[in-house]
Every structure is written in structure tokens, then in C-alpha cells.
């Protein structure tokens, strides 16, 4: 079955700085790459997603890139707050199947 | 539009018991899916219900069950507790057994103890 692998579990970047979250995932299948936002006592909200036909995808400070090759996918961060400071999860999934998450990456925006 | 919503919050429960928890699916889904989410971990999946019926489910034992109601929502029940059942437990619903575009509800913590 799929397996992702999140890296790095921790990290820290001072306010105003870019944040970079990488993802690889096991299976070739795979072709839904969602990245969720997790603060502390609340569900994973979806920040964005990406499927397997589109290299990259934006939406204002944040953008997601797909290497289908490499198995790989990546979140970035711009001009970082305060208030992006979470948890982050990746997640894979070959067709309708349920999610395989990555174990998460807290992000610290130190003002 | 109402999101889902999980209850209750916190709850502790001893090992051997049993718990029920439930979940709202939001406004215009019909499928809930239940993820069990360890301290410091993703979400694993657990199963999904769709039509009032189990619709997929993960690498949990059958003391795991479940329930989908005529108004979607749902339960989560779980038997003969164990330690290492202390978790978050997500809800998260979607349209038509649908494993994207879900939108997850705030968890219920459990700890048995």
C-alpha cells in the first residue's frame, strides 16, 4: 500500500521568511496530493491539493509542486505570519482510496 | 452552511469498556469517514460509511464498528478499550464515498486509562 514520509517534523522561520514542506510518497498510483493545516484542539483544514495531471499549483501565499517522477510533492509558504504557525500534513491517495498521511510538520513563525 | 461537528470533546474512559462517539457530517454530504489520529501522528483511517453502510475500512480490528444514519450522521463505537486506543478520533465528511473534499470536524480525545 501507499506510505508517505514528511520531512522535516520540526520547523522554525522567522516572519516574513519562506517555509518548505517536502512529501515523497511509495506508490506510482497515487494522484491526489492534498496538504492540510492543523492548529492546536481543531480538525486538519485543507489548505490546498493538487492532482496527479498539474505540475504546481497556487493560491496566494501558498503554493504546492508535484514531481510525478521523483515521487515527490512540496509545500511552500511566502512572506510567513504568526498565524501559519501549525501543524502541516501531506496526504497521498491512488484514486478514490481513503487519505495515507504523512506524520506532520509543525511550523513555528517566530515574530 | 454547518460543519461537521464531533461529540463529545474529551472523554476517559478504562480499559475493558466500551465508547461511542459521534459525528454531524456538514450540510449537503452524505459519507463520513472516521480517522483515529495518535499523539503526534497523521491520521490513520479507519473506515468509511456511505448509504448507511460500511464503505471501506482500514487496518483496525473488528472491535471497531460503526453506524450511518438516515440524516448521515454517525457513530464510532469501540469495544474492550485499550491503552493504546488513546487518541484523537476525526470525522470528516464528503459527498458520494468520496476520499477528497473532505472537511474534518474538531476530534474527539479519548484516553483510556
Known amino acids: 500500500g501507499e506510505n508517505v514520509e514528511q520531512h522535516p517534523s520540526t520547523l522554525s522561520v522567522q516572519e516574513g521568511d519562506s517555509a518548505v514542506i517536502k512529501c515523497t510518497y511509495s506508490?506510482?498510483?497515487?494522484?491526489?496530493f492534498p496538504w492540510y493545516k492543523q492548529e492546536l484542539g481543531k480538525g486538519p483544514q485543507l489548505i490546498i491539493d493538487i492532482r496527479s495531471n498539474v505540475g504546481e499549483k497556487k493560491d496566494q501565499r501558498i503554493a504546492v509542486t508535484l514531481n510525478k517522477t521523483a515521487k515527490h510533492f512540496s509545500l511552500h509558504i511566502t512572506e510567513t505570519q504568526p498565524e501559519d504557525s501549525a501543524v502541516y500534513f501531506c496526504?497521498?491517495?491512488?484514486?478514490?482510496?481513503?487519505?495515507?498521511f504523512g506524520k506532520g510538520t509543525r511550523l513555528s513563525v517566530i515574530a | 452552511e454547518t460543519g461537521v461537528t464531533q461529540s463529545p470533546t474529551h472523554l476517559i474512559k478504562t480499559r475493558g469498556q466500551q465508547v461511542t462517539l459521534r459525528c454531524s457530517s456538514q450540510?449537503?454530504?452524505?459519507?463520513v469517514s472516521w480517522y483515529q489520529q495518535a499523539l503526534g501522528q497523521g491520521p490513520q483511517f479507519i473506515f468509511q460509511y456511505y448509504r448507511e453502510e460500511e464503505n471501506g475500512r482500514g487496518n483496525f480490528p473488528p472491535r471497531f464498528s460503526g453506524l450511518q444514519f438516515p440524516n448521515y450522521s454517525s457513530e464510532l463505537n469501540v469495544n474492550a478499550l485499550e491503552l493504546d486506543d488513546s487518541a484523537l478520533y476525526l470525522c470528516?465528511?464528503?459527498?458520494?464515498?468520496?476520499?477528497?473534499?473532505?472537511?474534518f470536524g474538531s476530534g474527539t480525545r479519548l484516553t483510556v486509562v
Open positions: 450540510s449537503g454530504h452524505n459519507t
Open positions: 496526504a497521498a491517495t491512488p484514486g478514490n482510496t481513503p487519505l495515507v
Open positions: 470528516a465528511s464528503s459527498f458520494s464515498g468520496a476520499h477528497y473534499g473532505y472537511t
Open positions: 506508490d506510482s498510483a497515487s494522484n491526489y
